[in-house]
Nanobody, 126 residues
Framework: QVQVVESGGGLVQAGDSLTLSCAVS????????VAWFRQTPGKERELVAA????????AYADSAKVRFTITRDDAKKTVFLQMNNLKPEDTALYYC???????????????????WGQGTQVTVSS
């Protein structure tokens, strides 16, 4: 059984930084691929960033490539999303997701992830 728990969201001002944490509990020796998605009302969930399990390769949405960084601490089974220079359009409910694959590719589609957290709200005021 895999459990995903996000933390770190909050209300910040434009230009501020915020770090989201995603704790993934699992009993396998295989490192999960982990991704951050975000969603706003009326819109589909979109990928923000993802990091591979065995390869630790990363993938980013165009809007996140310069400002966001995804990293992982395997000892703590935690993945972090460092978000810098936040903008009002970054306001969303951020979800962390975990999935397992034997491939070295980075999983980027929501339907490739089987385990999801409840989400953490990020609100950026202008």
């Amino acid at each position: 059984q895999v459990q995903v728990v996000e933390s770190g969201g909050g209300l910040v001002q434009a230009g501020d930084s915020l770090t989201l944490s995603c704790a993934v509990s699992h009993r396998t020796l295989v490192k999960p691929s982990v991704a951050w998605f975000r969603q706003t009302p009326g819109k589909e969930r979109e990928l923000v960033a993802a990091i591979g399990g065995s390869s630790a390769r990363t993938a980013y949405a165009d809007s996140a490539k310069v400002r966001f960084t995804i990293t992982r601490d395997d000892a703590k089974k935690t993945v972090f999303l460092q978000m810098n220079n936040l903008k009002p359009e970054d306001t969303a409910l951020y979800y962390c997701a975990a999935g397992f694959t034997a491939s070295r590719v980075v999983l980027t589609a929501a339907n490739e992830y089987a385990s999801w957290g409840q989400g953490t709200q990020v609100t950026v005021s202008s």
